[in-house]
């Protein structure tokens, strides 16, 4: 009898596409000639682990589904207020400024009537809750597990951060998740090689050690894909990150220059608000201060901190909003440099409040480097032919992918299927 069809999907957070080779990354490496390879894949921007997460689970990109950053900016009672997307009550907050959490639905919303979703991740509590931040399937994760509904569920993860909670966590994926419950989506969020990165260089001893150990966990993956689906038919597996990383040559204080050159009138004052995002910035205006988009933008534009600053209807070119509070986007300045590890890829990166800056010589992401905008995605099973692919492809393509390969329909989604 034929089985139901089913799509697993393993996220290794923040392992670009060029580390993946037989010496770094066995199994992937193995995995992609067996694979389509998405060559061209891209992240979105801002390349942070939130926006990608919601990113990939509504299949559009920010300007569509509202997750702006890691760190975002909301009006409340009139005022512009920084806020981290990572803390466990932020997308409490998010719903009751805005009225919902994300903007569009998420593929565990489409598949609730289909066989339903399971989620488990080990990244930030922010970036695993918005893969289905209204409860529609099942999200485990080490600061809470939630089933249909938003239940609270008693069989969570008591797990860290880090390669030893993600081997654990994989473990009980294979075993509970794809063995046994069995829905139509899964999904496993690896926190290494990224949680390492941010605190060592690229390429150095411990990130190899981390990349090797996600190689081995997508490995147990992909042993009981082919176990339970010996044909490749039924179940679509599909192993990606979310984007790369690169160097931090220096780091920034944006409020503190945007004070000095008198754009802000003092460190906590809100006509202007960064929204820092590792490697980029997001400013956001209030009404008062929005006269002064342009003339900020061209001041940005000179500064050698600077790479690529959009403001304007060119917002929408990055998939970023227009006409809503946010003003101007910054990627900071970045260039092909390769660090004592021979790991190409060096960028400027902005000083954060919050606990998600990367120091001088780490791993940081959150622009639009080369590195960093190049995750590495491979499509294997239902029906399709292995081989590379050169056309673009970007983390919006999986969800419609994925919701194709299980007949639902993707409608209103802005990713393509990807063949
Ligand atoms: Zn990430």
Redesign the pocket.
């Known amino acids: 009898m034929k089985k139901p069809r089913r799509a697993v999907v393993v996220v290794c ?2 392992l670009a596409a060029d580390l993946v080779r037989p010496d770094t990354a066995p199994a992937l490496a193995a995995l992609r000639a067996q694979s389509a390879h998405f060559a061209s894949a891209r992240s979105v921007f801002p390349s ?2 939130r926006t ?1 997460s919601a990113s990939m689970a509504t299949g559009s990109p920010p300007s569509a589904h509202g997750l702006l950053g890691n760190t975002m900016v909301l009006h409340e009672d009139g005022q512009l207020v920084r806020l981290s997307v990572g803390k466990p009550g932020f997308l409490d907050r998010l719903r009751s400024v805005t009225g919902r959490t994300l903007r569009c639905p998420t593929w565990a919303e489409r598949l609730a009537p289909y066989g339903g979703s399971i989620v488990m991740s080990n ?1 930030s509590p922010g ?1 695993a809750y918005l893969q289905d931040p209204d409860g529609f399937g099942h999200v485990y994760h080490r600061s809470g597990s939630r089933g249909p509904g938003g239940i609270a569920l008693e069989d969570g993860l008591s797990i860290e951060v880090g390669a030893v909670g993600d081997a654990a966590l994989t473990e009980r994926f294979c075993r509970e998740v794809l063995r046994d419950r069995a829905p139509a989506l899964a999904v496993l969020w690896l926190s290494e090689p ?1 949680h390492t990165a941010h605190h060592v260089a690229l390429g150095s001893p411990e990130h190899l050690a981390m990349i090797a150990h996600a190689d081995a966990c997508v490995d147990q993956v992909r042993r009981t894909v082919d176990v339970l689906d010996p044909g490749g038919e039924e179940i679509l597996l599909v192993a990606c ?3 790369g990383m690169e160097t931090v040559g220096r780091q920034i204080d944006l409020d503190t220059l945007l004070v000095e050159a008198g754009w802000k009138s003092g460190l906590e004052s809100s006509e202007v608000v960064v929204a820092p995002n590792g490697n980029a910035a997001l400013l956001y205006f209030a009404d008062s201060a929005r006269a002064d988009i342009s003339a900020l933008a061209k001041w940005l534009q000179d500064q050698d901190f600077s790479g690529r600053v959009v403001w304007g209807s060119q917002l929408a070119d990055l998939g970023l909003p227009t006409g809503g509070p946010l003003g101007i986007a910054l990627a900071l300045r970045h260039d092909a440099v390769a660090n004592s590890h021979g790991v190409t890829g060096c960028s400027v990166s902005v000083r954060s409040p919050f606990s998600d800056s990367s120091p001088p010589g780490c791993g940081q ?1 959150g622009g639009l480097g080369a590195s960093e905008q190049h995750p590495f995605l491979y499509l294997r099973g239902g029906g399709l032919p292995p081989g590379e692919r050169s056309q673009p492809a970007s983390l919006v393509d999986i969800a419609p992918t994925v919701l194709h390969h299980l007949g639902i329909a993707a409608d209103g989604m802005h990713g393509r299927v990807l063949r």
Do not use: G, L, Q
Request: a negative charge.
């Open positions: 957070d923040s942070t682990t990608s990244v970036a990224d990150s979310d984007h992401h």
